[in-house]
């Protein structure tokens, strides 16, 4: 603790469509703000007590489809107060979901009444562990000693850096809730043809390529991995999995097979982007 004295304080809020990495899940500078999940009526806090396993086969055994409510400004404003000289928060992509806005509404609100204090929050313009890479990021920044400003400069640059991949066994879920409406017509789900998606760098989701079979559109996705990340030995690579461990360490295995990375991250998705990715999905951020 001793350097802390000198640096300045921090803490960073992240909705909980971001996964958390182990080492935050018991450090007071390290918040998960939760959405609530909906299946057939019942309400699911996206928290600490959320279950993958039970969630899938509720949302498998319900014939509606499962939605996402965002957290309150309310629920931001809370996670804002706290005795941290530097706050940040990192929410979903704005153009998928409200979260974004709320968390801008919070930090107003917090300004009222601490009008001196310290507070940034960032559109992810991705999801999952997109989010949880800028996390990554603003803690790299403020254990630098970078300040307040900078730290910000850094972090959005790296943001437009970002890019986001997807695999999924079934996107019916981002279809149903609107999450797809800037995609072109998707083939039919009836032909095994899988799209590979991504994000764009508005943060909406659009359509990269298509393969027959999931196996052949994650090759493609590795392609597309490969391709778009520039100076890669530098960077940290994210996987996130929906219930296919085994599915997210052959990618990894793939990935390393093809690129030099400074680091690669392996998790299991959280409630929201469980929901979201469907059993079987697979995120990649870098």
């Not at 009526?41 to 996402?68: H, M, N, R, W, Y």
């Not at 000693?145 to 996107?171: H, K, R």
Request: with cysteine.
């Amino acid at each position: 603790m001793g350097m802390r004295t000198i640096m300045s304080s921090y803490k960073i809020i992240i909705d909980s469509c971001g996964e958390l990495l182990d080492d935050w899940k018991g450090d007071s500078r390290y918040e998960s703000v939760p959405l609530i999940l909906t299946v057939g009526g019942e309400d699911i806090v996206d928290d600490e007590t959320f279950e993958q396993k039970s969630f899938l086969a509720k949302v498998a055994a319900c014939p509606e489809c499962p939605k996402s409510s965002c957290p309150s400004p309310e629920k931001y404003m809370q996670a804002f107060e706290c005795e941290a000289e530097h706050v940040y928060a990192v929410t979903l992509s704005a153009e998928l979901s409200g979260s974004y806005n709320s968390a801008l509404l919070g930090r107003k609100l917090s300004l009222e009444e601490y009008p001196e204090k310290k507070i940034y929050v960032f559109n992810s313009r991705s999801a999952s562990v997109g989010e949880t890479l800028i996390a990554l990021k603003i803690t790299e920044c403020e254990e630098s000693g970078m300040s307040f400003e900078e730290t910000v400069a850094e972090v959005e640059s790296y943001i437009d850096s970002q890019n986001t991949f997807f695999v999924l066994e079934n996107l019916e879920t981002l279809r149903k809730n609107g999450r797809l409406s800037k995609v072109k017509a998707l083939v039919a789900s009836a032909l095994k043809i899988k799209p590979v998606m991504g994000a764009t760098k508005e943060g909406t989701i659009c359509q990269l390529d298509q393969a027959r079979g999931i196996n052949k559109a994650l090759v493609k996705m590795v392609d597309y991995v490969v391709e778009k990340t520039k100076d890669s030995g530098n960077k940290i690579l994210a996987i996130s999995h929906c219930n296919c461990p085994k599915r997210a360490e052959i990618l990894k295995e793939a990935i390393l097979e093809r690129m030099e990375l400074r680091d690669i991250l392996v998790l299991n998705t959280a409630g929201v982007s469980s929901m979201y990715a469907n059993d079987g999905g697979v995120i990649v951020v870098v």
